[in-house]
């Protein structure tokens, strides 16, 4: 990461590590993969995450670099939409590191489900770090300068 960003804090939860980094007002956070993540896992993460957010905007990274299995549908996808907007966020960029050729739908399907309910979101998913970064840190600083 680059020394730009500065780790305000670190938090292990279940199958995954949290990373998070003040830029400016805004938050890149760094999700780490440690076992299986589907919808059980990621909602205490997106809780914690909303606490200390304070923009409506999200900027993340979420690094599947292990391969360990996503499980998320349909359904989950709606659950941790309603828990962002909800929570106040209106605006999400995010990039996903994974060799799961599969994971490319999964992407696809969460930009057209947040679409259609005019949720900003905008999603990619790669198997290269160094694009993921740079592809959420270009929008975090689109942010900063609007």
Known sequence: MS???????????????????????EQLHILRTTGPLGRRERLPVFEHVLK?????????????RGGHESELTPEDMDVLNNLLMTGGINY???????SDDAYSILVSMAN???KARNFEVELISTTDHDEAE?????????????
């Open 52 to 64: 200390t957010n304070s923009s409506g905007k999200l900027f993340y990274i979420l690094d599947n």
């Open 134 to 146: 740079t592809f959420v840190v270009s929008k975090l600083r689109e942010c900063l300068r609007a």
């Open 92 to 98: 999400v960029r995010g990039a996903v590191i994974t």
């Open 112 to 114: 057209a489900k947040a």
């Open 3 to 25: 020394r730009e960003y500065q780790a305000t804090s670190e938090t292990t939860f279940r199958n995954c590590e949290l990373t998070s980094y003040d830029y400016g007002s």
